[in-house]
């Protein structure tokens, strides 16, 4: 009987063992090689992992993860991309000052509310705070290269932008907005006096100062409000007051304070808008084109 346990135990070993060496077989699988770098697939899922924290700030649950999934089959060429960009910034010798690389820490920090639930975060994606330095670093690396390579290069010219307005005027037609205030009450019979006393002329301020209520201010468009909120704002005229609306288990009284009228934005209003645009597009085209150029100088094979 000793004699089975002791090959039993064994076995287990033996089991614990392989699959060690399997796991770290995997992980060190090369799946691509650029110039001298190779990239394994630890590096992607480390790859992968990162962006999931950087996404974090935007996603949650479900959706992170969705998004996540969408983009996995672009990530490993996005991963060879940023290693010949990095390359690059070697060549050129560009520099990152440390206190650049603890302030983006400090603001994925924030996202967190303690620095032990920030810690366990990084935990279950595997990596390490000295992970997401070393990511961040090469992100400000690329940044100053691309900057110096394109960014810089690229120029807006006045007359584009002209022209780009002229042709996509009903891009800046400003819709419909109410600018109005609510307050929300609890109970019924409270918001119903305090309706009326808002209707005989008193000031929102002062009504939700003498009842400890938070006024609420917000500007709309058609559109962006629940139906039944936007069925009784865009009925009122300025300076309008509606009676308490229920949602649910609250009543709403909204007071509307201005009405401004569908319009036509003036090139003034929107040129850095514009600017933005075509700056957007014109580093996309040139981006594109440097990387097809730095691809083809470079030594590159995907298993």
Do not use: H
């Not at 999931?52 to 996603?59: A, N």
């Not at 302030?103 to 990596?127: N, P």
């Amino acid at each position: 009987m000793s004699g089975l346990k002791s090959l039993a135990g064994v076995f287990l070993i033996v089991l614990v063992l392989t699959t060690c060496v399997f796991t770290c077989f995997a992980q060190d699988k090369i799946l691509a090689i650029v110039n001298n770098d190779i990239i394994t697939q630890r590096d992607l899922d480390d790859f992968i992992n990162f962006t999931r924290i950087q996404l974090s700030g935007e996603y949650s649950g479900e959706k992170l993860e969705e998004k996540i999934r969408s983009m996995k089959s672009d990530l490993l060429e996005k991963l060879i991309e940023d290693r010949l960009i990095l390359q690059d910034a070697q060549k050129n010798n560009i520099k990152i000052d440390d206190s650049r690389v603890k302030a983006k820490i400090a603001e994925v920090k924030k996202r967190y509310r303690t620095d032990a639930e920030f810690q366990q975060a990084l935990m279950e994606q595997g990596l390490v705070e000295a992970d997401l330095q070393s990511r961040i670093k090469e992100q400000l690396l690329m940044y100053n290269i691309v900057d110096t390579k394109i960014r810089k290069k690229v120029v807006i010219k006045p007359s584009e932008i002209t022209e780009y307005y002229a042709r996509s005027q009903e891009q800046f037609i400003l819709p419909q907005q109410r600018d109005f205030q609510s307050l929300i009450l609890e109970d019924e019979s409270k918001a119903n006096s305090i309706y009326e006393q808002l209707k005989s002329g008193k000031d929102i301020a002062e009504v939700g100062k003498e009842n400890s209520l938070t006024v609420n201010t917000f500007l709309a468009k058609q559109g962006e409000l629940k139906k039944e909120i936007e069925d009784i704002l865009f009925n009122l005229v300025s300076g309008g007051l509606a009676p308490p609306l229920k949602i649910k288990d609250k009543f709403y009284i909204f007071k509307l304070n201005n009405v401004s009228l569908s319009r036509q934005q003036t090139l003034l209003e929107v040129q850095d808008a514009i600017s933005d645009t075509l700056m957007e597009a014109k580093m996309q085209e040139e981006m594109a084109k440097w990387l097809d150029e730095i691809k083809k100088a470079a030594y590159i094979k995907i298993n």
